[in-house]
């Protein structure tokens, strides 16, 4: 299915679900209890192409060229962070409710406070309907699941399993699911990686690569900063060649969510700064993967609190 079919469609069922929602919807904190000694969090963006080349990870079909989230990390340093700091984890914000139905209705709560108390017609409710079906659609364009490994393999499993693993331990900071993902998006879009490296004349291509020095040059002065985290692969035939497949953005461990410089250090698969980079092209168009039960969560959700 289509993205753009997908978006039409859901947008037109949220549209005619939320014509009178007019009023908050309150928004539960979740029982979890952070690691303060991380020092800054990590956001991890992927290039999917890179993600895999040579790969039997990820699932099978074509690859979209496009940035994508990978994580938003509490970090001590690149191969120290805190893990689960909730033991027993869901992503569920409410006792009976679900994680996508959580984040919608949280969604719906703060475009409706906007309007609580002011005459508002029929156009307001078809805003807010195509916001909430825009921030849905926003989650599973930027943030999709690819790996094939996992026990679960459906977006919303993927985004709760990196709230348990990664978002717990920042509470301190991020207190929600829909928190912690709201901010994520927040940074993607403030990232604007694709924008930087096009402006730069960096786009991708199979047999073209590009200055490593260059490219970190654009990246790091587009965010303001000076170093940056970036895995490759070795490139397949060509030894003095590299394939880009992540990059790390190191962010201030405070409400701002500055970014910083990243702290540096050895890791696995990291670039090499003398090699020439690949960025690799996709195979296609972005293809979203939806669940029945992601589609169906909306409508109901929605539907509810309608």
């Known amino acids: ?50 993600m895999c080349y040579k790969s039997t990870e990820c699932k099978t079909g074509l690859i979209s060229g496009r940035w ?8 001590v340093n690149y191969t120290t962070n805190p893990v689960d700091c909730a033991g027993e984890c869901s992503a569920k914000e409410s006792s009976e409710g679900n994680f996508v139905g959580d984040f919608v209705t949280n969604i719906v709560g703060k ?21 909430v079906g825009e921030a849905v659609l926003e989650m599973a364009e930027n943030w999709p699941e690819i790996y094939s490994f996992l026990e679960e393999e459906d977006d919303e499993s993927a985004w709760e399993y990196e709230w348990c693993k990664h978002g717990t331990c920042s509470a301190d900071l991020l207190r929600t699911p829909s928190e912690y993902f709201e901010q994520a998006l927040t940074l993607y879009d403030s990232a604007s990686l694709k924008d930087t490296l096009e402006s730069a004349g960096i786009t991708p291509n199979e047999t073209t690569s590009y200055s490593f020095s ?24 060509e030894e003095d060649k590299q394939v880009l497949y992540r990059v790390g ?4 461990k405070s409400l701002n969510f500055h970014w910083q410089d990243c702290p540096g250090g050895e890791f696995d698969e990291k670039c090499d700064q003398e090699k ?8 296609a168009a972005p293809q979203l993967s939806f669940s029945v039960g992601l589609i169906f969560d909306v ?3 929605v539907f509810l609190i309608h």
Not at 111 to 131: P, Y
């Open 276 to 283: 020439r980079v690949y960025l690799l092209p996709g195979s």
């Open 299 to 301: 409508f109901f959700t």
């Open 214 to 237: 260059v490219l970190d040059k654009e990246l790091s002065n587009s965010l303001g900063v000076n170093t940056l985290r970036y895995w490759c692969k070795e490139k397949q035939g």
């Open 111 to 131: 475009l409706a406070s906007k309007v609580v108390g002011k005459s508002v017609g029929k156009d307001v409710g078809e805003k807010i309907g195509e916001q």
């Open 249 to 252: 953005l190191c962010v201030e």
């Open 68 to 75: 994508t989230i990978h994580g938003l990390w509490p970090s």
């Open 1 to 50: 299915m289509k993205f753009s079919t997908v978006r039409d469609a859901l947008c037109i069922c949220l549209v005619n679900l939320s014509l009178s929602v007019y009023s908050a919807v309150t928004n539960t904190d979740t029982n979890v209890t952070s690691n303060n000694e991380y020092k800054y969090l990590e956001f991890v963006l992927e290039w999917k192409p890179g």
